[in-house]
């Protein structure tokens, strides 16, 4: 970080600092997040959602997984100063404070729970809060910096989103609901491995232990390949379990050989390309596969 930009920094217009402030929040992971909490509503009605429930359980569980991500990038400001991917974020670049972070971070992650706990349910505040102590304490604070299994055992609260939104509309959590949960539980590690593959020397010099750093990329290109069959496994526990039908089943088994497709060649015949490409296919898969759980959700009404 360079002595102009730390000097700069106080003088930034406000839309530039509203721009900071939004960049904590991490945007393009939240709209993840509120995408398979919102699946989780649809899947829970067996019509249509309230648009003033939905709206206020969007609302609040995108506020709380703001203000994490928020935390997240506070704890983690010398982590990403130290790596190329993150070095833009407004900690490292000086435009925000830790002060001014945390204050953020507490009034939206708080004025999100009072909205849950208003107008949605106590059960959906008390499961936002969770997820939030979650992702930006045990996770970020105390599994990321000291296990390479930290997104294993941290994908817990990052699986949480459609239980979250089955719970607004339900007032409970049932074994449809975990389901859910189980299928982003299982779609974390070969996720977020595929993103160290071709990270790792950033991982390595920020002193973060993942998995291709303590154990080398090729054990870790083998679990990308026993975790991706894992989640193809799990991705047909919905039709299994009866939750969906016929339409669903097709759509799991086509997304899922596409990915097993880059699973496998990441194993046999590696580059850092077929590992962006597979990160990215990954986000696109979990996303269709909720969507065609939706799409026969209502092709069963």
Known sequence: MSAEVTRASPERPLPGRLRAFLALTKPRVVSLIVFTAVIGMLLASPGMVPLDLLAAATAGIALVAGAAAAVNCLVEQHIDARMRRTQWRPLPRGELSALQTV??????????????????????MGLTLATFVGYAIVYTVILKPLTPQNIVIGGASGAMPPVLGWAAVTGEVTSEALLLFLIIFAWTPPHFWALALYRTEDYARAGVPM????????????QVLLYTLILLAVSLLPFAAGMSGLPYFVAALALGAVYVG????????????????????????????????????????
């Open 103 to 124: 204050v953020f971070a507490g009034a939206v992650g708080g004025f999100g729970l009072w909205v849950l706990f208003h107008f949605v349910n106590a059960l959906t």
């Open 211 to 222: 998995l291709p750093v303590t154990h080398g990329k090729e054990y870790t290109r083998l």
């Open 262 to 301: 880059y699973a496998v060649r990441i194993v046999v015949a590696y580059s850092d390309r077929l590992a962006r490409g597979a990160f990215r296919y990954s986000i696109v898969y979990l996303a269709a596969l909720f969507a065609a759980l939706l799409i026969d959700h209502y092709l069963a009404l």
